[in-house]
């Protein structure tokens, strides 16, 4: 059983924030695989379904971002799950636009999110970090993750979206290269 959770703020104001591109993750996944309806549990909304022959919980906390921890560390104490279990999807800034890397385990990087994990959880979690680019300087930076996705965007991020879910079972499996190399070759498509 994985936990894959999601990070964003709660609320329609902030839907197309690129601060919110993990919620838009889960959310893609969740409609592809069919999984249940989202229900209010671990401070946040929780689906559950299988991607092929693994049992994942996806989440979306509730709690803000910068809270996020409390909301993950409550569903992994739940489900007896170990921080190898927990993947997160959430926005990182040093990747360019629509790009996606993999890791496991490493710093926040300044991101209050992953923080918040790593001070509830532990900081060995797989991380999915989706490209939102940089906007240039440190000062500029808060009102650029709290924006929305600029109407150029919105094309290009929907590619994205569908190419992680049409390869997420790549991830269920654990081969992150692979889950990768495929996201990159439809985008590259």
């Known amino acids: 059983m994985q936990i894959w959770a999601g990070l964003g703020n709660p ?29 209010r549990g671990f401070q946040g909304f929780a689906a559950e379904g299988r991607i092929g022959p693994e049992r994942i919980i996806l989440l979306k906390p509730q709690t803000f971002m910068n809270e996020s921890g409390r909301s993950v560390g409550e569903a992994m104490r739940f489900y007896k799950a170990e921080v ?5 999807f959430y926005d990182e800034l040093d990747l360019d636009p629509m790009k996606l890397k993999v890791k496991t385990g490493g710093g926040a990087a300044g991101h209050n999110g992953i923080r918040s994990m790593i001070a509830h959880i532990g ?17 500029r930076v808060t009102g650029y993750v709290l924006g929305n ?3 150029a965007e919105m094309d290009p991020l929907s ?14 499996k654990g081969d992150d290269v692979r889950f990768m190399n495929d996201v990159a070759l439809r985008m590259a498509g």
Not at 14 to 38: E, K, Q, T
Request: glycine residues 8%; hydrophobic residues 45%.
């Open 11 to 39: 609320g329609a104001q902030y839907a197309l924030h690129r601060h919110n591109v993990g919620f838009m993750a889960v959310d893609v996944i969740a409609d592809r695989y069919n999984f249940s309806p989202w229900k």
């Open 84 to 88: 190898g279990d927990v993947t997160a």
């Open 123 to 139: 900081a060995d979690f797989r991380r999915v970090r989706l490209g939102i680019g940089h906007p240039g300087h440190k000062d």
């Open 149 to 151: 996705f600029a109407k």
């Open 159 to 172: 590619d994205l979206l569908t190419a992680i879910a049409a390869e997420a079972e790549w991830l269920a």
